[in-house]
Nanobody, 124 residues
Framework: QVPLVESGGGLVQAGGSLRLSCAAS????????MGWFRQAPGKEREFVGA????????LYADSVKGRFTISRDNAKNTVYLQMNSLKPEDTAIYYC?????????????????WGQGTQVTVSS
């Protein structure tokens, strides 16, 4: 088990920024690729982005490319999602997830461990 805890969500105006954090405890965090997903009410959980175990490679959904940035600090067992130029359509619960096979992947079922989520609300 790799407990994951997200934080940093909140209410922000359109055009604003937020930085989400995902802290891991236990396991071997620095061996795992990490992903961020989001789920809006009435919609399926969707891929936002992912980062390799080393932080050297990233992958983003087209909808956030150029606005969101994923980074990680393996010494702190933490992965971050910097969100800039936020839009009302970015409103969702944001989840981090760990892939123990350490691949950069987009599908929900390919991730093994999940956090509880943090709410992000963007007002217009």
């Amino acid at each position: 088990q790799v407990p994951l805890v997200e934080s940093g969500g909140g209410l922000v105006q359109a055009g604003g920024s937020l930085r989400l954090s995902c802290a891991a405890s236990g396991g071997t965090f620095n061996r795992y690729a990490m992903g961020w997903f989001r789920q809006a009410p009435g919609k399926e959980r969707e891929f936002v982005g992912a980062i390799s175990w080393s932080g050297g490679r990233t992958l983003y959904a087209d909808s956030v490319k150029g606005r969101f940035t994923i980074s990680r600090d393996n010494a702190k067992n933490t992965v971050y999602l910097q969100m800039n130029s936020l839009k009302p359509e970015d409103t969702a619960i944001y989840y981090c997830a760990a892939d123990v096979e350490s691949k950069l992947v987009r599908r929900v079922y390919e991730y093994d461990y999940w956090g509880q989520g943090t709410q992000v609300t963007v007002s217009s």
